[in-house]
């Protein structure tokens, strides 16, 4: 690494040097830089640095054929543009090194403002690669802007951005002109049991159009993937393998044409993805093609059914309104031929990016203000810094004037000071970063998007060094100016010497100022969030997170093909657990709660009126005993029982479906379907019991209308099993390893967590989020502290003569404290009021992650002000204190 | 070359500092590229200022002005394991240099810049 740079470095020198003397240079140069290692970081540093700044200069005067080495003996020739701009180099050096001795001599003050920097630059990078990889960065798409997702709506449902029913979706591809093509796939990942080295496992397989991969025009590294008309049941099944799947079944390039068995079924290997292609969910390991039998395209479920995603790409010039405005028309033609399932259903489309990408713009976005504020402070605490030392520094620079230095070079010298310390922050800021990307990246929500691709590259890189470079002219420019606008008589007289100006001061109390008013903002998020999280952390789910153990179950579909042997398995499986020791009990559920997306259905009683029905209740399947083990309260009614597997189908409800639907008389007894029209349906389950209600979607969501089937009835062949213990969790999983194996030893189990991790999922967003925030407000706090206190104390000592004359006149401690807290307090106060004012009128954006308390809750912002003032009073009693110690005799003796 | 040959050391006066520390360095002996810069450190006491590429670009200028000569050692690789030495020539200049700036150094003291008694290190070294 450091030969390649020094390799590079030597292209500064004529090419005949290079050619007579390249390996030799370099064998030298590595021989000086082992010998500079044994003399520590310092010696290596010297020997870069006068590497680098020897090359530039000298190698590019001998490239001119001027002399090989600036000499003092032998003045250059007369100049020529060429001589100008190596001046301007040599000058520009010279303001370097002059600018790295000076920090050199104030050490604490360079170490203090590197670290602030840092901070700020870490922060702003590590959140802007997170940005950068979710927003910013193109889809790994052929011409992603052309992707439009489509989906449909049903303002009567409430459906917002629904998923696609396979009918409609057929008839769009059909009909639809504005787009070269139609791609659909479902809207989940089916698992599929193949065996590797004898064991059983999992392939989570996204079912697809032959279309889809055409349509994203996602590269395929190997093979030549799907045809158009594949999603229709043919006779060979193909399958594409995502890159990670391929490469961790040891990345054989000959698997093209291979035979893969998923369940026991012969599937042909006909691709491999591209490494960037994750879609539609970043735990894809291969697409098939969905095999409709075409007896579908007319059935009425077909258009029923929404299942589906849909991807189109529009034609090349075609806008995406008109697009979306054929569509609408597409829509209108299906709700006159197919008025039974088409009713009051639209359809729309919005650029697929935004679809991945959807509600992540807020956080993010959020979280970047944040931490362009936590920037900004740090920003503003260094200008301070800067300023208190350029006032001490007066007399150098009005000396260095009196001696013939031109303002302009003043002020560049004092500019290059700041850049060499924003350069320096940036370097450590990154390494900040590298650390805090980790962090960020923990903290997301697992479930967020794109997330693969974050990391810092080259574009965290430039972002820091611009980040550093407009830093160290925002920090820097008050300062450089303030330096040097002195009139050598006044500011070499010694009459104001350790004084700070009074123009000084009010740059000084406006940046404190500032720091406040900014720190506000970021705070009170953090406290809002941290009270939503306290709310949500006492809301009742309806049931005992604690002491159970989820796992994974999905019986093949060869050995289990019907509904009576999948019962049977998990019957006997159930059975099997609940006798073992230590097991309290055992249950299964198609779908979890907070985890699995909502099936809703419509659904009618049998005893109301021809035109009654009810509306998107959620729709989920168990076993018998599932809510004993999740301790959920059968409130009316019974629970499922093992005797009715053969006998009619029965049904539970929800508390809430009961409150809504059967206000006045209990719902045990009914007979529902789902379906709104009686005529439709085919099955009528017995409501046999209504069971407490269970927040299904997520904490902060109400409860909504649910019924329950029975898995054994139904005969699902998936779903998860819910195991309570009070055992450690490897017991009970070693245990349920045993009794699934003792009933089918190729039967792989998966997804094993808890539910507290999956209660964790629900508001884990929220609290993520919230985390971070809390992360930012604290660093924004400190650095607002810090630069109250630095302030303060840097224009309390610049007062020692003051103080001294004030005591000598009889001043008492007190008065002295007085003065120093209300000079101090007044910006502080100034800030606070600012920055109250800018959280309220901003305060709207945080609706969206505020839980339980509002966003504009007078007690949380009372409390941040009261906090915030109270840290910055004692930011200012610390200085005070010393100015109370002042011996008046010392302090005019100085003078 | 041989137009260097007839050449006369007063045409290379003054010298760069780096070149007279090159050419000062080699006067006891010839010296691989480290050697020289291990000699000059040594020397002054402090690490050289000079990158390797510049030591090197008037190493380029001293060989092609016939200031200094390299001589390969024998089985090593071309251009790593070459020496450098004194001509002739830069033996003259070096110490054409050298009174010249004993010169300026004489100079110097009778201007009471420096105390006109010999130098201590001088003095001894002959008392040794």
Redesign the interface.
Known sequence: MVRAMHRLLLFAYPASLRREYLHEIQDVFHIRLSAARAHGLSAVVRLCWSEITDAAVSGFRARRGGQPVPSMFQPPAPESPYDRLLTAMESILQDLRFAVRTLRSAPGFAFAAIIVLAVGIGATAAMFSVIDAVLLKPLPFHEPDRLMALFETNPERGWDRAQVAAANYLDWRDRAETFTDIAAHNDWLVERTTLVAGEPTVVNVNEVTGNFFRVLGSGLILGTGFDAGDEWAGEERKIVLSHAYWLQQGGDEAIIGRTLALDAEPYTVVGVAAPEMQFPFAAVDAWAPLGWDPANRTATFFRRAHGMRAIARLSEGTSRQAAVSELATIATQLQGEYPDTNMAMGNGAIPLHDWIVGDTRTPLGMLFLAVGFVLLIACANVASMQLARATDRRAEMALRGALGAQRLRLIRQSLIESLVLAAAGGAAGLALALVGVRAVVGLLPADFPRMQGVGLDWRVLGFALAAALVTGIAFGLAPALRATSSEPGVDLGGATRGTAGSSTRRVAALLVAAEVALVLPVAIAATLMVRTLDEIAHVEPGFEVDDTTVFGLSLPRTGYVDGESRAAFFDELLTSLRQLPGIDGAGMSTRLPFVNQRWSSDFRAESWAPDEFGVGVRHDEISRELFATMRVPIREGRDFERAELDGEPVAIVNRALADLYFPDRSPVGERLCFDRVAEDCRYWYTVVGVAGNVRRSSLTSEEEPSIYGSMAQNGSASGFLLVRSELPTDDVISAVGVAVRGLDSALPFHTVTTMEAVGGGSGGGERRVSGLFGAFALIATLLAAFGVYSVVAYATAGRTREIGVRVSLGARGADIMRTVMVRGMMPVLLGVTAGLSITLAGAGVLSGFVFGVAVRDPLTYAAVAVLLAAIAVVACVLPGRRAQRVDPVEALRAE | MSSANHAVPADFL??????FEILLSLADGAR???GI?KEVEERSGE?L?????????????LQKNGLLAAAEENGAKA??G?TYGLTRLGREVAAAEAERLAARVSDARLKLLLPSDVAPEAASGGHD
């Open positions: 003054p010298l760069t500092p780096l070149s691989h590229g480290y810069i690490p200022r000079s990158s390797t590429g510049t030591l090197y670009l008037a190493i380029q200028r251009s790593r070459r």
